[in-house]
């Protein structure tokens, strides 16, 4: 499974991004569809996921600023990423579970400044 990641950019401090994520091409719905962040020096940690059923979980510094969802049809997933702080700059990952197998997508940077 391949994945491309678009949508990073800089931003002011309270704006908003949207990223993507497509998959390529699979024969069954990707189980668990996820974005990751990392900034420097820190460890990657989970923004948020969701399942193939469209139950999501997200870490608890972007619950209420940041939503999940994904378009099966599609193989996308986006992250809606609402008062951003400039504590969200970082990488963004894209991550999906398929067959029970990992995979990851080159990260897209995202930079918010005060």
């Known amino acids: 499974v391949q994945l491309q990641a678009s949508g990073g950019g800089q931003v002011q401090a309270g704006g908003s991004l949207r990223l993507s994520c497509t998959a390529s091409s699979t024969v069954f719905t990707i189980d668990t569809m996820a974005w990751y962040r990392q900034a420097p020096g820190n460890q990657r940690e989970l923004v948020a996921s969701?399942?193939?059923?469209?139950?999501?979980n997200s870490g608890d510094s972007v619950k209420g600023r940041f939503t999940i969802s994904r378009d099966n049809a599609k193989n996308t997933v986006y992250l809606q990423m609402n008062t951003l702080k400039p504590e969200d700059t970082a990488i963004y990952y894209c991550?999906?579970?398929?067959?029970?197998?990992?995979?990851w997508g080159k990260g897209t940077l995202v930079t918010v400044s005060s």
């Open positions: 969701i399942r193939k059923d469209g139950s999501t």
């Open positions: 991550y999906v579970e398929y067959r029970y197998r990992g995979y």
